[in-house]
């Protein structure tokens, strides 16, 4: 017999896609931790425990929100908008 599947909203599972409240929490998380300062997608992985695939994709979601801005290419690191300066 089948069970109801159940998850917990305050994590991105391991194993198939979030859903919108999973991926709103993941992105309010991404947003506190870049109040501290630049991060690559790498280091916000590791801080939190995800795969370097979901965080892009979260990440490219806050950008085209206009949230965060992306600063250079080779090893990109990822601000809050308002906080970095006009070049």
Do not use: C
């Not at 795969?51 to 290419?73: D, F, H, P, T």
């Amino acid at each position: 017999m089948g069970g109801i599947r159940k998850e917990r909203e305050d994590y991105i599972p391991v194993s198939g896609p979030a859903n919108r409240n999973q991926r709103i929490l993941a992105k309010q998380a991404i947003l506190g931790l870049l109040q501290k300062g630049g991060q690559t997608s790498r280091e916000i992985a590791e801080h939190f425990g995800l795969s370097e695939e979901s965080v892009n994709i979260l990440v490219k979601e806050l950008i085209k929100a206009g949230y965060v801005k992306k600063y250079g290419i080779k090893s990109p690191l990822f601000g809050l908008k308002d906080s970095w300066k006009s070049s």
